[in-house]
């Protein structure tokens, strides 16, 4: 069953009402914040590389808010554990029993903060959870809150002490982007609303809604041309002389469930080149591995991906059933 045009029409304006919310805390950053919102309405999770003080805390807790759902805030340092991000299993000696200490990870908006300041073994501790929603402690499975978004951080200026992100944790992350500073409008904005109290968004929708704009967003309409063109852009990735590495079958499948729901929130029942080209980048640039010389040459992951774009012909129908 595909979505109907009054379905989408709904999902359209629902999307722009969660998108002029979430923007009252994040001004002037509405393509940012319909790229979160649509990431999360996918199922996925988002990478922001940003510099301090730009609005990443913010943004998770507001996205929270407005789904009325919970948020938590891990900071991750070389010291934090596996257990202080998924949590424990403690004895207590009162009832004689085991009892399980949830962690922070058991919410709806996870924000990792500098998530590679962690070591490998901590930074994995998200591998399952972000894949599955399960978190597996002492050989018990449990599940996670719906919907689940992980936002992470890292700090592309400070790279001291930090850990990458292997290859496998980078794959996980439907999409990588940046809020980066506002304008001088906005940043005037938020200077003069800085005196006052901080600002409660209102709840717009309840997690169900979410799942339920969640399911609607699969039920959009994929052309096979479009789908052939999403498979041809990531072969191109793979055959380019810059990359060690291209776009995965998971990097695929993300573009492909990430510009479904790209149409909807457009007020589309179906899928366009337009909507391939705009996230191609933030869906798969992060996913490719550079040869050393290019990265020598100042090649980055962003200029694969827009010759590839350059390179390969998009189909000539609309993608429209």
Do not use: C
Not at 122 to 134: C, F, H, I, K
Request: aromatic letters at 6%; a negative charge.
């Amino acid at each position: 069953m595909t979505i109907s045009p009054e379905q989408a029409k709904w999902y359209t304006e629902t999307f722009s009402l969660l998108a002029d919310n979430v923007e009252r805390a994040i001004l002037g950053k509405r393509h940012v914040v319909e790229l979160v919102l649509a990431t999360a309405l996918t199922g996925g999770h988002v990478l922001l590389e940003d510099v301090p003080g730009t609005g990443k805390t913010a943004l998770a807790r507001t996205l929270a808010q407005t789904v009325k759902g919970t948020s938590s805030r891990i900071q991750f340092t070389p010291d934090l554990l596996p257990g202080d991000v998924t949590g424990v299993t403690v004895f207590d000696q009162k009832k004689g029993e085991f009892e399980f200490h949830a962690g922070p990870v058991f919410a709806n908006i996870v924000l990792a903060d500098e998530i590679n300041r962690a070591s490998p073994k901590t930074q994995s501790a998200l591998l399952e959870v972000m894949e599955e929603g399960n978190v597996t402690v002492d050989g018990v499975t449990r599940k996670v809150g719906r919907p689940f978004l992980v936002i992470a951080t890292q700090n592309p200026v400070e790279q001291a002490g930090t850990y990458r992100l292997p290859e496998a944790q980078l794959d996980r992350f439907m999409i990588k982007t940046s809020i980066g500073y506002p304008d001088e409008a906005s940043t005037l904005r938020i200077i003069q609303g800085a005196v006052g109290p901080t600002p409660e968004v209102p709840a717009i929708v309840t997690p169900d809604t979410m799942m339920t704009m969640a399911e609607l967003s699969r039920t959009v309409y994929v052309n096979p041309l479009i789908a052939d063109y999403i498979m041809r852009i990531v072969d191109a990735t793979r055959r380019a002389s810059e990359a060690r590495l291209g776009v995965s079958v998971r990097g695929a499948i993300a573009l492909t469930r990430l510009v479904t729901t790209w149409a909807a929130s457009r007020g589309r029942t179906y899928v366009t080149p337009d909507d391939v080209r705009d996230l191609a980048v933030p869906a798969l640039a992060h996913r490719i591995i550079l040869e050393p010389e290019a990265e020598f040459d100042g090649v980055t992951q962003v200029d694969v991906v827009g010759q590839v774009l350059l390179d390969v012909v998009p189909p000539s129908e609309n993608g429209a059933a």
